[in-house]
């Protein structure tokens, strides 16, 4: 069964740093796409950012140029987040579609105070 954690997330001032990371156990064919989306309170839930196995990133609009997305290895992502906003704050989560199958993680809180 696959199964996704996150973790790094929690509370930063505004203009801080925080660096999430999404661990897939698991038995996987194929992963072919990492990303990282996340949802607000009464919001949608929004891609914040995306890798696929050619390497090829996409952003939001709202996150270009403050955060980064990598692979460290098949099995893990990470997402750097840089000189954070208020409007950042939101339940994070982890997203991989392994063959045909899309897995989310249970989510992580970041918090960013003003």
């Known amino acids: 069964q696959v199964q996704l954690v996150e973790s790094g997330g929690g509370l930063v001032q505004a203009g801080g740093s925080l660096r999430l990371s999404c661990a897939v156990s698991g038995t996987t064919f194929s992963i072919n796409f990492h990303g990282w989306f996340r949802q607000a309170p009464g919001g949608q839930r929004e891609l914040v950012a995306a890798i696929r196995s050619s390497g090829a990133t996409n952003y939001g609009d709202s996150v270009k140029g403050r955060f980064t997305i990598s692979r460290d290895n098949a099995k893990t992502v990470s997402l750097q987040m840089s000189s954070l906003k208020p409007e950042d704050t939101a339940v994070y989560y982890c997203?991989?579609?392994?063959?045909?199958?899309?897995?989310w993680g249970q989510g992580t809180q970041v918090t960013v105070s003003s």
């Open positions: 997203k991989v579609i392994d063959y045909f199958r899309e897995y």
